[in-house]
């Protein structure tokens, strides 16, 4: 059964109204979950003006990139102009953000024949989904700071792996970026992404692994962790996922289910949590293996 909710309604983001992705997401579509999740970002009245929606089409406020930069497969170059749109279009608060979005080649992590630098989300198999770009350099932005040399970071529901080559990249070598996914098949075939990206001496040297696992149980080895990124919704935060934040760490994780918020989840040094809402998005959910793969 198609998911059947009034644009209205879930166009109200936590701060602003933003229309959805009509082109790639249509409510009444039956393919609607693969197609989440669905960013609702907030934005100032600059990113109106500079990036205001093509007419009539009632696309996201970043859907000119959908025109110009639609490109698959590996493209470094079309990748950079897929940076520098979101850079004009204000979504970048930190040019180091940026930078690791610019070194990781996206069109390396998502399925051939797929247009790898359009702003919008796409399905990646499995009922599983790799966000848009957007989404990606919100959640990068929100952990830049617990994402400093040397520090660990946990990404649960890694898919193709582009999320956590970018933590990667920005704990270094002495840090630790963990992805854990419990689909085998994406786990080695993001492996193989990796690879072929240039977060692949991270993974020789094993400061970069990805592993079969239920995310909702974090990953204990490699935990206190300072940033925890969260790619698919809970209905409730997990105890685990915080149980394994370090005091000062940062979890950010999409919380509901028809109507969610991404929620950033902060633990200060006394063990204590402070919450915040950042947005309104739509993401398929964090679930058992066996439930994501029956749809």
């Known amino acids: 059964m198609p998911l059947l909710v009034p644009s ?9 109204r ?3 992705y009509k082109q790639f997401l249509p409510f009444s579509s039956p393919t609607f979950q693969l197609y989440s999740p669905l960013l609702l970002p907030r934005v100032t009245s ?3 003006n500079s990036c205001s929606p093509l007419p009539n089409t009632g696309n996201s406020l970043l859907s000119r990139m959908e025109k110009y930069f639609s490109g698959s497969g590996g493209d470094m170059n079309r990748n950079k102009g897929m940076v520098d749109q979101l850079r004009r279009c204000g979504v970048f608060r930190s040019e180091k953000v940026a ?3 610019e070194t990781i080649d996206r069109g390396l992590f998502v399925p051939d024949g797929t247009p790898a630098y359009a702003d919008s989300p796409m399905p990646i198999g499995h009922n599983a989904t790799i966000s848009a770009p957007h989404m990606h350099a919100m959640c990068l932005e929100l952990l830049k700071d ?8 946990l990404d649960v529901g890694s898919g193709t792996g582009y999320l956590t ?8 070598s002495e840090g630790r970026a963990v992805g854990i996914e419990h689909i085998p098949e994406l786990v080695n075939w993001s492996i193989e992404n990796i690879k072929k990206s240039k977060a692949a001496p991270f993974l020789e040297e094993g400061s970069l692994s990805v592993h079969v696992g239920d995310g909702r149980l974090g990953y204990p080895e490699a935990a206190p962790y300072d940033a925890i990124h969260v790619g698919a919704a809970a209905p409730e935060i997990p105890k685990a996922l915080v149980e394994q934040l370090k005091p000062g760490g940062r979890l950010v994780i999409p919380v509901g289910t028809y109507f969610q918020d991404l929620k950033v989840i902060d633990k200060k040094e006394d063990g204590s949590l402070s ?3 950042e947005t309104s998005v739509r993401y398929v959910p964090l679930t058992s293996r066996e439930d994501q793969l029956r749809g």
């Open 8 to 16: 209205s309604i879930l166009a109200y983001g936590y701060r602003y």
């Open 18 to 20: 933003a229309p959805y």
């Open 46 to 48: 600059s990113l109106f």
């Open 99 to 101: 930078e690791v979005m």
């Open 146 to 153: 617990n994402l400093q040399p040397g520090m660990h970071a």
């Open 165 to 172: 080559a970018c933590f990667a990249i920005m704990v270094g």
């Open 275 to 277: 919450v915040k809402t």
